[in-house]
């Protein structure tokens, strides 16, 4: 033992390395702390790499000098961003945890970009509910930059990769811009495609060791980002050591015990120990005790390690849990042989398809944030009119024109991944394809017929699609009046299966405004932080913009290094 039973000491010991757990370790390092970070898996970055990368900070301090954002007349204040969430959060969320939100994320979001090679720009993206008192048409959203990879050197080969729904082919990562462009084929459009694919092919010799890519893009170029300032640090990160225990003493958290490679091992924390380390999404038991959706850990499109491992062990010295039955709610394709499900962001709200239920009805409007579909999809699954799984229905013209999920357009069906194959369904008439998804076909027939005379004016009485600003982004701007609607009149027609899952869990342990984990009495236990979603999210069951999860996990982890080396203000 290296001192008084401890392994290994250290002044702050970060439990995961997600985007939150790194910028905590960061954080703490800036403050000459002695810091480890460990990671249960052989691949770090968790969820965040595999994201999309985008935070949500309002008020940002890189919104200032922009064209587009002044053109727009954007202005911000923590006031408007607290009214907004505050509506839309859960009863149960203190206002102290909010304002302690809104106060510090334009504080971390300086921090990082002033102290990391990672690069951030502020997007004109709608607020999810843009409508309410408080919500912004742009510039709470932002995304990272790009960055070259190789400066990683061979940490490169263990940063977990692009999610296959957020990268070209499941292997090269792309841009947004380069997204939109292959979507949409503009003028131009292949010359886009190859290079992209020349990048990647031609990363020699790097190609001969690793299908990886390089060209680090959305959460990759953010969770690259931060390893290269903890390299800078010289900050340990620990593969392959998953967390067993808290260990506390009369109260206090003294540090953890862990396996290394299999092999047991106390770490003293001298200072803290932040638990950072994901939800409990791909737990069957948990989801099963918890969830009112699918207790099947394949329905998340969340990355395999997510078990609750570091909610448990906090559950077990005495932590308070709350919200525990709240998920970041989405749709999702599910492909047979994939460990995780796809998140379906974009196709939704293009024209020419609708969703239906196991009764042949549409449900909702299909353009709606992901959270939204995804909520609904469960509160509306009932017997006779079941949602799990609900059917997106389109037309040659659709087809064509947009991908479904793994569906890509262009690409012939016969030329389809086998597993796409199996799960797509195609009929000469919407009354055959009814048959072959076992829905009735005199109702399909007439939901077809209902949605395509109103999208036919651009409109939608029965679920408004494209009325919100949200809606309309992810539309196609060619299509008018309304750019997610279009009618489904052109053979042959075409079903997919849409299941109601997740990105990962939100509710977890509570945490007071400096991050501190409270026990069920509502006390702080000393030495004990948590961020991200191994925390009750400050945004309760709600989900106010894109970046909502990785936003607050960043700037938690922030706050809770600053506060476990006495830095907070």
């Known amino acids: 033992m290296a001192n008084n039973g401890w392994d290994h000491e250290v002044d702050v010991l970060v439990v995961g390395s997600g985007a939150g757990g790194l910028v905590a370790a960061l954080a703490a390092a800036d403050h000459k702390a002695d810091v480890l970070v460990i990671e249960k898996s052989s691949e770090y970055g968790g969820t965040s790499a595999t994201s999309g990368g985008g935070i949500w900070i309002p008020n940002s301090p890189l919104v200032a000098g922009n064209p587009i954002a002044e053109a727009m007349g954007h202005t911000d ?32 979001l300086e921090w990082v970009v002033s102290k990391t090679p990672v690069r951030y720009s502020a997007q004109p993206y709608p607020d999810y509910h843009a409508e309410l008192p408080g919500g912004k048409q ?8 790009p960055m070259d990879g190789r400066v990683l050197g061979d940490d490169i080969l263990t940063l977990r990769a692009s999610s296959p729904a957020a990268s070209l082919f499941g292997r090269i990562n792309w841009r947004f811009d380069e997204t939109y462009t292959v979507l949409f084929r503009p003028k131009g459009w292949p010359k886009v495609l190859a290079n992209m694919l020349w990048r990647y092919v031609t990363d020699i010799p790097h190609r001969f060791r690793s299908r990886k890519d390089r060209y680090l893009t959305l959460g990759t170029a953010l969770v690259g980002g931060l390893r290269v300032a903890l390299n800078e640090r010289r900050v340990p990160l620990w593969l392959n050591t998953p967390l067993v225990s808290v260990i ?24 803290g120990v932040v638990l950072a380390a994901g939800g409990f999404e791909r737990n069957r038991d948990l989801r099963k005790r918890y969830l009112a959706n699918d207790a099947d850990p394949t329905v998340s499109g969340s990355q395999v390690n997510n078990t609750g491992d570091a909610i448990l062990a906090a559950e077990k010295i005495g932590a308070g849990l709350r919200n525990m039955q709240s998920t970041w709610a989405a749709p999702v394709f599910r492909v047979p042989g994939e460990d995780r499900a796809r998140l379906s962001t974009i196709e939704r709200a293009l024209p020419g398809c609708i969703m239906v239920n196991q009764a042949g009805r549409r449900y909702l409007n299909e353009a709606a944030s992901y959270h939204i579909v995804g909520q609904k999809m469960v509160a509306a699954n009932a017997p006779g009119a079941g949602t799990q799984p609900s059917w997106m229905i389109f037309d040659h013209t659709y087809r064509h024109n947009y991908p479904m999920g793994p569906l890509l357009p262009l690409v012939p069906d016969f030329l389809q991944h086998p597993a796409v194959q199996k799960i797509m369904r195609k009929a000469s008439t919407i009354e055959e394809l009814a048959r072959k998804i076992n829905v009735p076909a005199d109702v399909l027939a007439n939901t077809v017929r209902t949605f395509n005379e109103g999208a036919r004016r651009g409109e939608d009485p029965e679920f408004q699609r494209g009325a919100a600003a949200y809606d309309r982004m992810y539309g196609d701007q060619r299509v008018t009046p309304n750019p997610t609607l279009g009618p489904i009149e052109k053979a042959p027609f075409y079903a997919f299966p849409i299941y109601a899952g997740d990105i990962g869990t939100n ?14 009495a509502g006390l702080p236990i000393p030495g004990l932080y948590a961020v991200g979603n191994n925390a009750a999210s400050v945004m309760g069951e709600s989900y106010p913009g894109a970046g909502s999860t990785l936003g607050p996990a960043m700037t938690f982890g922030f706050v809770a290094a600053r506060h476990a080396v006495g830095a907070n203000d």
């Not at 506390?248 to 200072?271: F, H, S």
Request: aromatic content about 6%.
């Open 248 to 271: 506390e003493e009369n109260g206090k958290v003294l540090g953890v015990e862990v396996r290394r490679n299999g092999k047991p091992m106390r770490i003293a924390a001298r200072r």
């Open 507 to 520: 509710g977890g342990v509570v945490v007071d405004e400096n991050a501190r984990v409270l026990n069920d």
């Open 138 to 145: 742009g510039f709470r959203t932002h995304l990272p930059e």
């Open 77 to 108: 204040t923590e006031e408007e961003a607290f009214q907004y969430v505050r509506a839309l959060s859960a009863p149960n969320v203190p206002d102290d945890l909010i304002r302690s939100y809104i106060r510090n994320a334009p504080r971390m």
